[in-house]
């Protein structure tokens, strides 16, 4: 019967070699991720469907370059079945619009495009063959004008075809057994691959994460110590078996990680909670909910609420992923909007984009370009914590199968150049659908998801990169903000900035029950670091990173003092020229600082307090020390604090923190201070 089977399109992948022919399918076993069931089976080399009245398809996703030509053919045989039952080929087809070339025992046959309800047209040919005999159907692309044969004899050609997506397979109208055998596809096609050897081999990550449903979606934390992912559809979700998605955390703990746990019910609902991003001090989660983004916040006792972040996107997928940077200052995303650059109202293409955070508000979305974008599908966005290297996975140039994961390098400080995507390689790309791509701080794994070879369905795999696949190297500085006075921790936001250009480069969040932080720097730069909370002055540190070459780890406490009479605070990153009253411009961020606390504390009244180390003659030093505090008064009062409000006195070398018998020690020794005379 020519009715037509409307249910869903299998999406499984294939394999391929940069050679022609790209796939050559014997069915002797399943090399190509065929959809196997109780329905769909392998027997004696050949694959058989069994379609129900409603009729069945089987598909596999594989990049198809519609600039090129190319040959889809495969031999198909109705066993059983009406003779005006319909069954054929499925090329370049999305989820609703397919391309099919189809025929019936008793002599019909059709070449479609669209929405396959609205096939009415058919033609005879007497190449076809009947009931229990093979018919090979070929389509073949020359030039722009498709071919279709049967049985080796030309029966139509058209000029251009659309393409819809990369499905290719076979489809069955209604109930019948249709056996399939020699599919080939063939097409010039070049995998873009690294010159060097990117990974050693995948591991499947093991049974304390992965099931026999979908493990999804993987998050490592800065530290590599931590792992969320999304697990679907198991009894132990909050809504049950039926709950799409739910948080789920694993701890690395004496080299093995532990058993997975439900994140719990402050974050998890009964319906899909799609988790996106981790921010990288894990004081922070990212969610989609309706095309919204939302984020809960760490509290004293859990989780926050939902807290909209005001971005909102008309994405017309059905699937929304995204990713945030380490700084904190931008989120990656996959969706279909109109400014897609190949944008078609009729196919699954998902463009990446970025949007980013300007003081409270964050920008209109820009999209990555066209070295990035195709007209398939991008997703699943991972941008490195050295802010260069972006991770994500594509149907949209030559592969191995379904989504494939690809690596370029950010060639600017524009989100628009980049360097030509890579592909990762067999070793991490396989037949199936890869993506999920996800590396913590030290670059020394990477892990992801693949359907390759698991417990079951989607699982998740790590792999070990070699040094040549690192991002480049960064540090992840830990610590705690305490109160100064009363050694307590203190609920914060961080802040690191750019010390030569004064520019913020980042934020964070320190946990307000334990005053724990965490933030990622890359190397090549020297950092200003500071805590803020309402009723504290921030007491600045200087983390010298412009020289540092390899991935670190390192503690540093930051200090807060509260606003109170009899408080001394010392300016950490106030910096002059050696053996000078001139202030260096690294010192202009810090110093901007403490004019606006004194303009949003007018009552406030303070006594700068200059220090040298002892190298030098004792009058020479109380003069240079002198000599600093005026400066940094006259920079303050230039930018509009009145003078009455500051007094001033230099010490030389007489009051001296440390010992001063190394250039760490006198370092420690040249200081400038404050310290607050009236509130």
Known sequence: MKSIFLGAIFFCSLFSQAQTPLIRDDFSKNK???????????????????????????????????????VISADLTQQEGQPDAAFGLVWASGKDNLNLFVVTADGDYAVYSGDPVKLKSWSPSKSIKAIGQVNQLKVESRSGTTIFSINGNKV??????????????????????????NFLFAQDQKIELSG??????KENIGSAINTPEDELGPIISS???TLYFARQNVAENMGGKYDDEDVWVSERQNGNWTKARNIGKEVNTTKADNLLAVSADNNMLMFEEENQLMVRNRTATGWSDF???GLTFKNELDHFVA?????GKAILFSAKLKTNLFYDSRTEDGDLYVVLKQGEKW???????????????????????????????SNGRPGYGDQDIFVSQRENESWTDWSKPVNLGPGVNSVYFDAYYTVPAAGDYAYFVSYDKGF????????????????????????????????????????????????????ARSDPKTGAYQIVLPFGLNYGVRATAKGFYSVNENLELKDAAGYSEFTKDLMLVPIEIGETVKLNNVFFAAGLPTLRQESFPELDRLVTILKDNPSIFIQLEGHTDNIGKAGVLQKLSEDRVETVKQYLVSHGIDSKRITGQGFGATKPVSTGTSEADRKLNRRVEFKILKK
Do not use: C
């Open 32 to 70: 190509f991720g065929w959809e196997q069931s109780q329905t769909k089976t392998f027997s004696n080399g050949t694959y058989l469907i069994n379609a129900g009245d409603d009729g069945d398809q089987s598909t596999i996703n594989f990049f198809i370059d519609r600039q090129k030509d190319f």
């Open 156 to 181: 139509d050609e058209q000029k251009s075809f659309p393409f819809y997506g990369p499905a290719m397979g076979f489809i069955a109208f209604s109930k019948m057994k249709l056996q399939v055998d």
């Open 196 to 201: 060097s050897t990117i990974i050693v081999k």
């Open 223 to 225: 530290d590599g110590k």
């Open 307 to 309: 807290e909209k972040l």
């Open 323 to 327: 990713s945030l940077t380490a700084d």
């Open 363 to 393: 920008s209109a979305p820009i999209n990555l370009g066209n070295t990035i974008n195709t007209a398939g599908e991008e997703t699943s966005p991972f941008l490195s914590a050295d802010g260069k290297t972006l991770f994500f996975s």
């Open 456 to 507: 079951g369905k989607a699982d998740i795999f790590r792999l070990k990169l070699q040094d040549v696949a690192k991002p480049k190297p960064v540090s992840v500085v830990k610590g705690k903000v305490f109160d100064q006075k009363t050694n307590l921790p203190v609920s914060a936001s961080i802040h690191f900035e750019n010390l030569e250009t004064g520019k913020e480069v980042g934020e």
